[in-house]
């Protein structure tokens, strides 16, 4: 199969350049997820399957190209923190910071536990117990990640609110610094059980100490300079420029001081958005915005990484790994949340929330790794490779069903993603009331009188749409006409600007309203039949939708405190 591939692409085709590739991989992971959308499977699953596609199967992307990509890893890891720490609120540890702390400690150490148990006592039927003990505890540690990109990409794609998300939201940004710490213990354990006593466990552990306090400070400084800067610019392209230089400055100094970059970067958006929670929201809604090619490059990346070699040692340790991470993190999390008294839907759904595993889980392993030889540390990429492969493709899928049963999905929709599900069939008013052209300049007065509209459309005896009648279109005729008792409706009839069919997109109508500045679109049948059968009035429509959005926030919001425990 190789070989026939290596016939049908071009010669040099692993020599591609590295602009080239970026376009490829994002196009391509785009049009992933869309196809694979149509299965009513997360789109996070159609970029990894892209990547694959790329990488390792048709090795257009190759491991030169993915090594150069390596920077853009970190500035992706640095964007996802910074929009992850702009969700941690200052009334969310207020609040759950109990739950929050104990939800964190049960999920994160009953995985590792579970995996580092079970991990050994499959690798003592193929190594000493020194090397089992080992690895194993290197895999609890890693498996104790869970990936926030993933994660979070999918509470947006679903436009999800309530306890369960808020919660989730906070573990996912905490779980890497879990992860690292129980790293640090578990590598200096190995390093001391494989006897390569590259460095004193006590220097270990103050390093530990110093890249999680030392991240912390970075984002925190990261975060003032920010807000200092924000509060002196209103322009939103300035504001996006600085935003995300300081990002990137906050990422090169991690690197260069040997810092997380994902933790220095998640401090900074905490920072910001708890020292200027409205002012900081504009630089949080354009990152947002900014982002979408960055997370479609960075799972594709990610995609072309999982490349493992199978045997009977791999495909048990993955099996174990996997299935110890499941049974580790579910009950780990409903442990936590029935300690720490949580509402129902964190107690149900939470431990499902949390499979999925990716670059920060291959970032430990890749540092792990190199305190290992030969066939162990082959066997170990192998394992957690095919490990985080296998949650990263199940876990969104449970993650949406939990949000779903949950309750909580499209629940922080927009006024522009509502927009977005209506057609102007959805919204317009059938019963608006309508002036037959005949209709005497009297009846007009006493149609008027009795509504509250101020747009009356005039139709012929067919119900074919003329024109309309406007307050301020009876004001100007009664002003410059001289009024007789033979006027009727056709007489102060104004012309119709633009038209509406019911099959339209309401948020094209919207905008061709905007655009002719414009309150109210007549709906006919199409545009061959003219007949009136309804009237779109936007400022209403807008204050509907408006309301609704506002509805639905209220409603999750009130998740926290009517939601049994």
Request: glycine share 8%.
């Amino acid at each position: 199969m190789t070989e026939l591939l290596a016939n049908i692409l071009p010669e040099g085709v692993e020599h591609l350049n590295i602009v080239l590739v970026i376009g490829i991989a994002i196009l391509g992971g785009t049009v992933g997820a869309i196809l694979i959308q149509f299965l009513r499977i997360p789109r996070i699953i159609g970029y990894i399957a892209i990547g694959i596609i790329l990488g390792p199967v048709l090795r257009i992307i190759s491991p030169d190209a993915i090594e150069a990509l390596e920077p853009f890893n970190f500035f992706a890891l640095g964007v996802i923190g910074f929009l992850i720490g702009g969700e941690l609120k200052r009334d969310i540890f207020v609040k759950f910071g109990r739950q929050v702390a104990a939800i964190l400690l049960f999920e994160g150490i009953t995985a590792f536990l579970l995996v580092a148990l079970a991990g050994f006592l499959v690798m003592r039927f193929f190594v000493d117990w020194q090397t089992a003990l080992a690895v194993a505890v290197v895999f609890g540690a890693i498996c104790a990640a869970t990936d926030p990109a993933s994660t979070v990409n999918i509470l947006w794609e679903y436009k999800t609110r309530g306890p369960l998300t808020t919660m989730l939201t906070a573990i996912v940004a905490l779980d890497d610094a879990l992860a690292l710490v129980l790293y640090i213990a578990s590598v200096s354990l190995a390093t001391l059980l494989i006897g390569t006593r590259e460095a004193h466990i006590v220097r270990m552990i103050l390093h530990a100490v110093y890249e999680v306090i030392g991240s912390l400070g970075l984002g925190v400084a990261a975060g003032l300079l920010l807000r200092w800067i924000i509060s002196k610019i209103k322009d939103n392209e300035k504001t996006l420029v600085f935003t995300i230089g300081i990002i990137i400055l906050t990422i090169g100094l991690a690197t260069a001081l040997g810092l997380d970059v994902i933790l220095s970067a998640m401090a900074c958006g905490v920072t910001l958005i708890n020292s200027a929670p409205r002012r900081s929201l504009r630089s949080f809604e354009i990152v947002r915005k900014f982002s979408p090619p960055i997370y479609v490059l960075f799972f594709v990346i990610i995609g072309t990484r999982l490349n493992v070699r199978m045997n009977t040692q791999v495909l048990l340790l993955a099996a174990t790994y996997v299935i110890g991470s499941i049974v580790g993190k579910t009950a780990g999390a409903f442990c936590g949340a029935v300690y720490s008294k949580a509402v129902g839907s964190i107690r149900k759904y939470l431990g499902f929330c949390l499979y999925q595993q990716g670059t920060v889980a291959i970032a430990l392993l890749i540092m792990a790794s190199h305190r290992f030889e030969g066939e162990t540390r082959d066997m170990m990429l192998s394992v957690i490779i095919l490990g985080v492969f296998v949650l990263q493709f199940i876990g969104p899928l449970f993650t949406r069903i939990s949000v779903r049963k949950a309750g909580e999905a499209g629940l922080n929709i927009t006024e522009e993603d509502l927009v977005a599900t209506y057609t102007v069939a959805d919204v317009m008013d059938a019963d608006a009331p309508v002036i037959p052209a005949g209709t005497s300049l009297s009846e007009v007065i006493r149609i008027v009188g009795g509504t509250s509209s101020a747009y009356y459309p005039v139709v012929d005896k067919d119900k074919q749409l003329l024109g309309a009648v406007t307050l301020d279109g009876m004001r100007n005729a009664f002003a410059t006409q001289e009024l007789n008792d033979w006027l009727v409706a056709l007489d102060i009839t104004e012309p119709v600007i633009a038209t509406a069919a019911p099959g339209l997109a309401l948020a094209d109508a919207l905008e061709q309203a905007r655009h002719l500045d414009i309150e109210h679109l007549p709906v006919i049948v199409s545009s061959e039949d003219k007949r009136l059968i309804g009237v779109v009035d936007c400022r209403a429509v807008r204050r509907k939708i408006a309301a609704e959005v506002l509805a639905r926030q209220q409603k999750a919001d009130m998740m926290h405190s009517t939601q049994p425990v």
